[in-house]
């Protein structure tokens, strides 16, 4: 094995310890993106959401609003909250978006402090609105 492969590897290795379990306390607060979007989680597992840019989802109207229910889910490699709308003026019919939990290094980094994403259009260019816990 080349000094180059094993030291890949390491770095692989490493990054692979580096990744915490968030918790339900980790997410209950107040979180807030660039432009004024606002999440607020309470322990109870409801939502509250506003002025979240409507990008994200249609082109339609400029930003929504709304309430629901959340919860941590743990994927393959990675960790969401999932949130389901309940209410919301701007989208009839219920809703249910995901959010990236990342560690505020990116995902190779995945400890706290927590940063929640909305991933926009396609994952593999890393467009995305980044919340942070106030």
Request: glycine letters at 10%.
């Amino acid at each position: 094995m080349s000094k180059m492969s094993f030291f890949l590897l390491a770095v692989i290795g490493f990054q692979s310890c580096n990744t915490s379990k968030p918790r339900q306390e980790d997410i209950v607060g107040i979180w807030i993106a660039n432009g004024g979007a606002k999440l607020q989680f309470e322990k109870n597992g409801r939502f509250h959401a506003f002025n979240i840019p409507m990008e994200t989802m249609f082109d339609v109207l400029p930003h929504y609003s709304g309430n629901g229910s959340w919860t941590l889910k743990s994927k393959q490699d990675y960790w969401i909250v999932e949130l389901n709308f309940l209410e919301s003026k701007e989208l009839s019919g219920g809703y249910g978006q995901q959010l990236l939990i990342t560690g505020s290094k990116g995902i190779l980094d995945n400890k706290p402090p927590w940063l929640l994403n909305i991933v926009i259009g396609d994952p593999d260019e890393m467009n995305r609105h980044t919340f942070k816990k106030q």
